[in-house]
């Protein structure tokens, strides 16, 4: 049993104007099938063959690196698009919302957080906000690692993510990631991070 790339629920220009759907199809089509090609690459006729890929990124430190950049590629795309939606946008509501009020003060204190950590990791990277035992949290990992893996320094799962690589911008942003991380708000499905959140 190997990974598949997953389809999207919605169409490439679906999200427009917040994000172009040339970047739609180049990231889903290009790199989000390349994780996935070399990711069942490294693992065909393994014993991690079968395996999912939350156990898979959970021991990743003992694994080939190959396994922790395209594993993760797999795991953090498959969340990303599920997380935007063309009706996304506005705040959460029910349990998710008391969460946040109660974790990050407010609404917008947990946006200036996640925005700020998206926009101050060095290079490529993700934001996320993550569920942990002492409650929800915003971190950002570098390249593919998400905080799923056992060698990221803030473990949790991770219920919403922003992928800030510039493949997921530039060609609509350019350098303009702040924009970009604006614009994200715009398009996230809160519908879907509660159920992650449940
Ligand atoms: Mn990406």
Redesign the pocket.
């Known amino acids: 049993m190997l990974f598949e790339l997953p389809k999207l629920d919605y169409a490439y220009n679906a999200l427009e104007p917040h994000i172009d759907a040339r970047t739609m199809e180049i ?1 889903h089509t290009k ?2 099938a390349a994780y996935t090609d070399k990711l069942n690459n490294a693992i065909a006729g393994s014993d991690l063959e079968g395996q999912s890929i939350e156990e898979i990124l959970s021991k990743v430190s003992s694994l080939p690196v190959v396994i922790r950049n395209n594993g993760g ?1 797999f795991y ?2 498959n969340l ?1 698009w599920k997380v935007m939606s063309p009706k996304g946008g506005g705040e959460p509501s029910g349990d998710l919302a008391d969460a946040i009020e109660k974790d990050f003060g407010s609404f917008e204190n947990f946006i200036e957080e996640f925005s700020n950590a998206a926009a101050t990791r060095f290079g490529s990277g993700w934001a996320w906000l993550i569920k942990t035992d002492s409650g929800l949290q915003v971190t950002s990992t570098p390249n ?1 690692d998400n905080p799923l893996m056992d060698v990221s320094e803030t473990k949790g799962i991770p219920i919403l993510g922003l ?1 800030v ?1 510039e ?2 911008y530039y060609l609509h942003y350019q350098n303009r990631r702040p924009d970009y991380i604006s614009a994200f708000r715009n398009v996230i499905n809160w519908d879907e991070v509660s159920k992650r959140f449940r």
């Open positions: 990231h790199h989000h590629g953090n795309h990303f593919q992928d690589w493949h997921a």
